[in-house]
């Protein structure tokens, strides 16, 4: 799905070599779990993109107890109140709290990203690794979707299947069912058959062991935290996406608050609350920021451990 | 020194001829477009909604709207429809009339292609200008303050809605400073260019951090290899080295990524056409999407993954033809 974020990533070549190839033995990642935490707290970017994810997650659960305000009643004698005591950030046109809004809509957009990313990773590692371990015509099948789909503008994909699959959250779903397991695909296939070159695979063939004993238990360990730091990239865009079809009127229907449409609502008064449609923004900036910063920490972390 | 013969070599290593690569290249261009037609429109005909009911509106009679539905060709099955599609597409290369309007899609596209394309093209050159710059500056002064701050550069943006990065250009240079109009498109080239600068800076920010992070790598490649320890310690001034040597090295893979991610700079375009209020492809596509004119939708479908197959088969050929490993001797 995002060709662009792929090819910046050390893919193979970097795994290939993290691997030892003389071993008969699979690599385990697991094998040094307990040391993790410790090792964890070593690299920085790990533990700011953390906090600043728990941060969001705190405020987003407890909003309801943070601000006396509800998020979707209107309240048209304070409508586009400049920030002030009480509107930490002001009112937005229908009179209703621009921060208790921005907050809620973290739940709406976060819940949504989550979910719409389990099932794309789930059958995306699945179908990449079928195809990258068993090759011939699954391969072949599989590398031209992919490409069929990554050559194609990301955009023009997302707004045809979101408006055809109807407006709102089940849209999302439907979407990145359809369209998001393709970059963690293209990924687990291209790990698998380099691990698939490596001699431990050749040894436990030669021992019998069923593919799918192989593909679960020796080769899933060590694509897993590649597939994760993908992951964490690919949610910024699942995010961005989101926010995007919100804005064209396409994504989540008003008044549930999200940030999409938040930008959106917020775009007629420009010139006078320039805030309402500039800090929902910074809001998805906040979050892909933390989400990159998780990601980078992660692939630090499993990178000097091999 | 025995001579090696390239061409038979490369034909004896497995490598297709010249000719041959084209010709798959070309192939699999097609099967993709065709995919790409042929999912749009089983896709868009799945949506809730009938057009007969929105052209004609809430008091129609039925009687009314299965005569719309008749002309429209509506009241077939969807594989009669189909049929009628390919037929058309075929014998007038369209994908038939809008049914909101009744004008033909092929010229209601060519009405609005000169805006887009002038937007594109003016992204692209931006955001090549601006990655060479900034790539050249953090591979120069790699580890110091500058390449740390280009290098933070992609996490911030990553995260930031293409459509968000419009409002607040306009925010800025359009409210607060006048540089340039708020939106719309002005009258004649050169007020074209004028009002399409904001717009096009938009599109190319979402591009230069990837091809930075990508240059800088390569560059970086480029400048640890022997042949540059080799020019420096031939006093060949560091100007030359950069830019003859290194820059041109370093670049094919940064064109490559260039053109895997047209199809995404495309794809940004027609959403920040409609943060500009440009009357471009993009709002013809969210104007057609709102009122379910489907020949319309598909027409912008397929003239999209022409346009992007096109440009990727470009790229593959120039990419080729460029790179010394595998072009043939002379």
């Known amino acids: 799905m995002f060709a662009m974020k792929i090819n910046d990533l050390p893919l193979n070549s970097e795994i290939a070599a993290g691997t030892e190839t003389e071993s008969l033995l699979p690599p385990n990642p697991k094998s040094s779990g307990q040391r993790g935490w410790s090792r964890a707290r070593r690299i ?8 600043m994810m728990l941060l969001l997650i705190l405020a987003a659960i407890l909003i309801p107890w943070l601000s006396p305000y509800d998020p979707i009643t209107q309240d048209l004698s304070a409508f586009l109140q400049p920030p002030s005591a009480q509107h930490w950030l002001g009112t937005d046109q229908l009179g209703r709290d621009l921060f208790t809004r921005l907050i809620y809509a973290a739940r709406t957009d976060l819940g949504i990203m989550v979910l719409a990313e389990i099932i794309p990773f ?14 011939g015509w699954v391969n072949t099948v599989v590398s031209l979707v992919t490409d069929t789909f990554i050559a194609f503008p990301f955009y023009l994909i997302v707004i045809i299947v979101a408006f055809a699959s109807g407006a709102g959250a089940q849209g999302i779903y439907i979407t990145f069912m359809l369209v998001g397991w393709i970059v963690f695909a293209r990924v687990s296939r291209g790990l698998t058959a380099s691990l698939r070159q490596q001699e431990w695979v050749a040894s436990a063939q030669t021992l019998g062991l069923p593919g799918w004993q192989i593909l679960l238990r020796h080769l899933l360990p060590n694509i897993l935290p590649q597939a994760v ?26 008044p549930t608050p999200d940030w999409g449409t938040m930008i959106a609502d917020g775009q007629s008064f420009m010139t006078t609350a320039w805030w309402l449609s500039a800090v929902p923004g910074f809001a998805v900036v906040y979050t892909g920021i933390s989400l990159s910063l998780i990601g980078d920490g992660l692939s630090d972390l499993w990178r000097r451990k091999s | 020194m025995t001579k090696i013969n390239i061409r038979t070599a490369r034909r004896e290593a497995g490598f297709p001829s010249s000719w041959r690569w084209i010709a798959i290249a070309a192939l699999r261009a097609l099967i993709v477009i065709l995919c790409v037609t042929t999912a749009v429109f089983f896709l868009i005909r799945i949506v809730p909604g009938d057009p007969a009911k929105m052209i004609l509106g809430e008091y129609a009679t039925d009687e009314s709207i299965a005569a719309l539905r008749h002309t429209l060709g509506l009241d077939l099955s969807l594989w009669e429809q189909f049929m009628r599609f390919v037929r058309t597409l075929f014998t007038q290369g369209d994908t038939g009339n809008s049914i909101v309007s009744g004008v033909s899609v092929r010229e209601l596209i060519a009405a609005r292609t000169p805006v887009t394309l002038l937007l594109i093209a003016l992204a692209c050159v931006l955001a090549i200008a601006f990655s060479l710059v900034l790539a050249v500056l953090a591979a120069t002064n790699k580890d110091k303050l500058l390449d740390h701050l280009i290098r933070v550069f992609p996490a911030i943006t990553l995260g930031m809605p293409v459509f968000w990065v419009g409002l607040l250009l306009i925010l800025l240079f359009g409210v607060r400073l006048h540089w340039f109009p708020v939106g719309g498109v002005k009258e004649g080239w050169s007020g074209m260019l004028y009002s399409l600068t904001l717009p096009a800076i938009t599109v190319a920010f979402s591009q230069i951090p990837t091809l930075v992070r990508s240059l800088r790598a390569q560059m970086l490649d480029v400048l640890e290899s022997d042949f540059v320890v080799t020019l420096r310690a031939a006093r060949i001034p560091r100007r030359v080295i950069l830019f003859k040597h290194v820059l041109r090295n370093a670049a094919l893979p940064t064109l490559m990524l260039f053109g ?27 104007t057609s999407i709102s009122s379910r004119d489907f020949p319309v939708i598909q027409g912008i479908a397929l003239y999209c993954a022409v346009a992007v197959v096109a440009i990727g088969l470009l790229v593959d050929i120039v990419a080729w033809w460029l790179d010394p490993r595998t072009k043939e001797k002379r």
């Not at chain 2, 700079?265 to 596509?285: N, Y």
């Open chain 2, 260 to 286: 895997v991610n047209l199809s995404y700079l495309i794809g940004g375009t027609l959403v920040v056409e409609q943060v500009f209020g440009i009357k471009g492809i993009g709002s013809l596509l969210f």
């Open chain 1, 44 to 51: 920085p970017a790990l533990i700011a993109g953390s906090i």
């Open chain 1, 122 to 135: 789930v059958s995306g590692i699945a179908i990449g690794m079928l195809a990258g371990y068993y090759g």
């Open chain 1, 229 to 254: 730091v993908v992951l964490m990239t690919d949610m910024v865009g699942v995010l961005v996406a989101i926010v995007t079809l919100g804005y064209l009127g396409i994504g989540i229907a008003p």
